[in-house]
Structures are given as C-alpha cells and as structure tokens.
C-alpha cells in the first residue's frame, strides 16, 4: 500500500467527499476559488487547503502527480 492509499484510509467519510471534489475540481481546471499555493523553494510543487486538509501535488507537463495528502500538523510540510 502506497503513502496516498494509507492516507486515504485515515480520512473520515466527509474528508474523502471534500477530496474528490477538490480532485476533481484541478483535474478540469476549475481552480478559481480553491485555496492553492506554490510552496517555497520548488517551481513545480503546490499545495491545496481545505479546513485542516491539505494535498500536496506536482504540475509535470500538464499532468498532476499527487505527493501527499495529510491534516495539516507539525509535519505536513517537512519533506517538502
């Protein structure tokens, strides 16, 4: 089992709703509203927030790769 399937796993039902539609939402490009940052010290890396849910993902030419998915803590962003 990979890291974004155990993460999954932790979330609650309400979190993997908001999730999907977050998802779903970068995948079409209808980002306006959504709450994305581009982290510091990387050109290619972004982050979105949703409450205390944050998804860390990679625009690599055109395509999204997801790197993450935790509630935000002490930790979220250390490997980054």
Do not use: C, P
């Not at 990979?2 to 998802?23: F, H, M």
């Amino acid at each position: 089992m990979d890291k974004i399937q155990k993460a999954l796993a932790k979330l609650t039902q309400k979190e993997q709703e908001q999730l999907g539609v977050l998802l779903q939402r970068l995948r079409v490009g209808k980002t306006s509203g959504m709450d994305i940052t581009k982290l510091k010290g990387h050109a290619d890396v972004f982050r979105i927030r949703k409450g205390r849910l944050r998804i860390i993902f990679r625009l690599y030419l055109g395509d999204i790769y997801l790197l993450k998915i935790d509630r935000r803590n002490d930790t979220t962003y250390r490997e980054f």
